[in-house]
């Protein structure tokens, strides 16, 4: 990173979303700069946007960025400006579901938006590059825990396919034009400002309302949750992890590591390496909770898959950090904040 007195500069998209404000705040907490881009959409409650990005603009060194990161040539038009030193890029249309009904949100918002962000950087490359994927890129895997050098082309789901899509079109650009990239792979990333369309807020919002939820898989999906401060903390141990063609070859090469042969890019699994079995996790909100949930169980729904688990390791070689926070802590954390924002008693 950079030494001396020099500013140090972070571009985030999607900064008012759940992700991007708690590395935006983590960013602003060590000092740095943020320039915060986000279109504030209405695929869920806008005023929890407004409300994470009200407490971000507290800070001096928080510049907010109200645009569409696929409008052309406006993400070139800021890192002319501001000459960004890390750019951490998480804006994107999300969720699953909402892919099988609007799936042009998804084409232009994940693959046309980070087509911009690249050639933005192709103009004005910064230190690193840290574009968020999806543990839903494994798609009909069955080979557990996922592992970075793991076959990933039968995503399940359009949003699985854009985000694919992106961590290729990013390849491709870091070998053109000698780009440090590094794409996460993010696995159920839930806790404390979290999305309203997620299973936890839903599940948290119906119990304590004493209405049904409805249970796909009839309970028997599995998942690796991964609580935001854990994500946070690696996400910010990963700037200083800066990939380099040479790391490919040299005698210190870090064994299993996914960094590409040709580019300076390698894919990173952010996860907890515990697969939780769905009726466990309701388990542990009614528990905290105190309330018995309502359960209407249901098949599986297209586009998901049965099980996600994550193979760590590269993380923990590259940053000495592992994801550790339990179900039954990152739950409890969860509706804590959850009741006091909602001021419940």
């Not at 998480?90 to 232009?108: F, H, K, M, T, W």
């Not at 543990?135 to 399940?156: F, I, L, R, T, V």
């Amino acid at each position: 990173m950079n030494k001396g007195k020099k500013k140090r500069v972070a571009l985030v998209t999607g900064s008012a979303g759940f992700i991007g404000y708690h590395i935006s705040q983590k960013l602003l907490s060590e000092g740095w700069r943020v320039i915060g881009v986000d279109c504030i959409t209405d695929y869920y409650d806008v005023s929890l946007k407004e409300q994470r990005e009200s407490m971000l603009l507290k800070s001096i060194k928080y510049r907010s960025v109200h645009a569409k990161i696929e409008d052309p040539g406006l993400l070139l038009k800021l890192f002319e400006e501001e000459r960004p030193d890390v750019v951490i890029h998480l804006a994107a249309q999300a969720g699953v579901r909402y892919s099988i009904d609007n799936p042009r949100a998804y084409l232009e918002s994940n693959v046309v938006g980070t087509f911009e962000l690249l050639e933005a950087a192709r103009a004005y490359p910064p230190i690193h590059m840290l574009l968020a994927s999806t543990s839903s890129a494994y798609g009909a895997n069955k080979q557990m825990p996922y592992h970075e050098k793991d076959k990933a082309d039968h995503q399940m789901s359009f949003y699985a396919a854009t985000k694919k899509s992106t961590e290729n079109m990013a390849h491709s650009y870091a070998h053109l034009f000698n780009l440090p990239i590094t794409m996460f792979r993010f696995f159920t990333v839930y806790g404390p400002w979290g999305r309203p369309d997620m299973a936890l807020f839903k599940f948290t919002k119906s119990i304590l309302n004493k209405e049904p939820i409805d249970v796909y898989n009839f309970g028997n999906m599995k998942r690796d949750f991964t609580f935001i401060s854990d994500l946070v903390c690696a996400i910010h141990l990963l700037i200083n992890a800066v990939p380099a063609k040479e790391i490919a070859i040299s005698d210190q090469a870090i064994l299993d590591d996914s960094i590409s042969g040709v580019a300076p890019f390698r894919v990173v699994n952010i996860g907890n390496s515990s697969s939780v079995q769905l009726n466990n996790f309701i388990s542990e909100i009614e528990k905290t909770l105190g309330i018995k949930a309502i359960k209407n169980l249901l098949p599986i729904q297209a586009g998901d898959v049965p099980e996600t688990l994550a193979d760590s390791t590269l993380l923990t070689a590259l940053t000495g950090y592992k994801p550790n926070t339990s179900v039954k802590d990152g739950v409890k954390h969860f509706v804590e904040w959850y009741k006091d924002f909602y001021c419940i008693p």
